[in-house]
């Protein structure tokens, strides 16, 4: 047990090094990502919204998070080197900026991500965003200011991933849901007034 400890400390010790953080960080990401699809996708298997697993939307989505996960790392070296201190007020002014910069940036993250492994066209893409990006953005929101603070306040630097993402796994369920959410009642519905129209014209 003692020995199965020291193992423990080492190991961990040396993945939150320099040498092998940002190694750390991606698997973090694209872990808790797909764990979290699991989660949402066995919810929807018992409420009957879906048949079975889909492996190939869990792959996808820990695709996007391995992207979340490098862009992350990035970010939080690059706001403790631009912001160093753990003031409230400096605090609260780089949780301001994790909102408004960082937060956009992820999301569209992971619609670019997903765009390039469903293979979706640029319209398809736009659509999509423009039909869930308010919708996610609005949960960041309501999560991350209070999680933020903690993380900002209390933790170093390396940690900030590992923590992000253990608070990121109810919001990961979240963030499945609606990124699969099927769009088509609104493609049929823009589809069929775009019949209407069409038949109005040419009656004209």
């Excluded at 066995?42 to 996808?60: C, K, M, P, S, V």
């Excluded at 992207?67 to 609260?92: A, E, Q």
């Excluded at 769009?183 to 109005?200: F, H, M, R």
């Amino acid at each position: 047990m003692i020995a199965l400890v020291k193992w423990f400390r080492t190991a961990t010790k040396t993945a939150f090094s320099k040498k092998y953080l940002l190694f750390t960080n991606v698997a973090i990401s694209v872990s808790l990502s797909g764990v979290g699809d699991i989660i949402e996708q066995h919810y929807e298997i018992y409420n009957g919204e879906l048949a079975a697993w889909d492996r190939q939307r869990t792959r996808f989505m820990s695709i996007s998070g391995m992207t979340v996960g490098v862009f992350c790392h990035g970010w939080y070296n690059f706001m403790d080197r631009r912001f160093p201190g753990r003031t409230i007020g400096l605090v609260l002014k780089k949780v301001l900026i994790d909102q408004t910069v960082a937060s956009p940036i992820v999301i569209f993250l992971f619609f670019a991500t997903l765009a390039v492994l469903k293979r979706a066209s640029w319209e398809e893409t736009r659509h999509e965003i423009r039909e869930k990006f308010i919708r996610l953005y609005t949960a960041e929101w309501i999560v991350w200011p209070p999680a933020q603070i903690v993380n900002f306040y209390f933790l170093p630097t390396k940690y900030r991933v590992l923590y992000d993402n253990t608070i990121s796994l109810g919001y990961d369920v979240y963030t499945s849901y609606v990124i699969n959410d099927d769009c088509s009642s609104i493609d049929e519905s823009n589809a069929q007034k775009d019949q209407v129209l069409s038949l109005t014209k040419t009656q004209q």
